[in-house]
């Protein structure tokens, strides 16, 4: 590693380990999950199936009605009063899905291992993938760091540096913003139905890594749902995420660096003032030692057998540090 950072060879060397290390955990997670999933949803559809049939004066959308009630499962559970195939979360996309939640700590909570192998295995799993992605994301924010440092050596306007230092900041910041949030957050509007205020607020809270789950792009039903474009969705969704983690971890990192610089240049002019202040002070007694010692000396006439001594130092006692203002000492007279 040099000082400017890591390299590109070494930058793609580890995005390779961490590629192959999700696909080893999404083929481990969809081989553990997928088929038991396949089975607590087939007798799912069996008895919902069978309750329709006894109850045939019941309407599907009361009954949907009643599912909205229900979290565990509701999205198949419609999906089978539709008619619609039954199918696995835990396929191998979806199992991708899943550990990218994992090992960029984000976890959203709609997807969890059910069997205790899979329990397992998860732990395991993400003691030894969170921080392998945590050394990448860390690499990618340095390469970040050093592209916005080129961006940030523009001249838009040469004959001010300080205006051009702050336009060159508003333009990685916009760029940024834009790349990873504008832009997904309109795409996320539009495939995902929601408001603009929602897939912001869900850019922020994935990228952030607070995951609460309760936006999830890229799982439920949505205009690019089918097999195919929702595969390749849910891919570039993924990889958003991991690109938009290491430019806010970027952001964040500089606005803790301004503020630490803030605090110590605060402590910096504190301290500068505390001392100015002391050195006043002292050449304050120092002035007032002097000023004390020359009144005593214009009376020494009046003091028959007592001889006054100046103090060492101007008045400042070397050994204890305190103001000597007078030094009497008695003559014996001859």
């Known amino acids: 590693m040099t000082s400017n950072g890591p390299g590109w060879r070494r930058m793609v060397v580890l995005f390779v380990v961490v590629v192959v290390y999700l696909c080893v955990g999404a083929a481990v997670f969809s081989q553990i ?25 019941l309407h599907h959308e009361d009954l949907i009605t009643v599912l909205r009630q229900v979290d565990q499962e509701f999205t198949f559970a419609l999906n089978t009063l539709r008619n619609r195939t039954v199918y696995t979360q835990w396929d191998f996309i979806g199992a991708f899905s899943f550990v990218v939640t ?61 205006v051009n230092k702050i336009l060159n900041m508003v333009l990685i910041v916009t760029l940024g913003l834009t790349i990873l949030f504008i832009l997904p957050a309109s795409a996320f509007s539009y495939i995902e139905d929601w408001t603009v205020l929602e897939a912001l607020y869900y850019c922020f809270v994935t990228l952030s890594t607070i995951g609460f789950g309760d936006y999830v792009a890229a799982m439920s039903e949505n205009r690019l749902s089918h097999r195919g474009t929702g595969d390749l969705y849910r891919i570039v969704t993924y990889v958003w995420i991991l690109i938009g983690l290491a430019y806010l971890s970027l952001l964040i990192n500089y606005i803790s660096n301004v503020f630490i610089k803030k605090a110590e240049e605060m402590e910096r002019l504190t301290k500068e003032k505390l001392e100015a202040e002391v050195s006043r002070l002292q050449q304050e007694l120092s002035k007032t030692g002097k000023s004390v010692y020359k009144t005593a000396a214009n009376v020494t006439s009046s003091v028959k057998g007592k001889v006054w001594e100046a103090p060492s130092s101007n008045g400042i006692d070397q050994e204890t540090g305190s103001v000597t203002l007078l030094r009497i000492s008695q003559l014996e007279e001859s």
Do not use: W
Request: proline share 6%; charged share 15%.
């Open 33 to 57: 999950e997928g088929d038991p999933e396949i089975e607590r949803r087939l007798q799912l559809e069996a008895f919902l199936r069978n309750f329709i049939g006894n109850h045939s004066c």
């Open 102 to 162: 994992v090992v960029t700590t984000i976890g959203y909570g709609n997807m969890a291992p059910r069997t205790y192998p899979g329990k397992v295995a998860l732990v395991v799993y993400a003691l030894i993938g969170i921080p392998i992605t945590l050394i990448m994301l860390n690499y990618l924010g340095q390469l970040l760091t050093r592209l916005s440092t080129k961006v940030n050596k523009c001249k838009l306007c040469s004959t001010k540096p300080l």
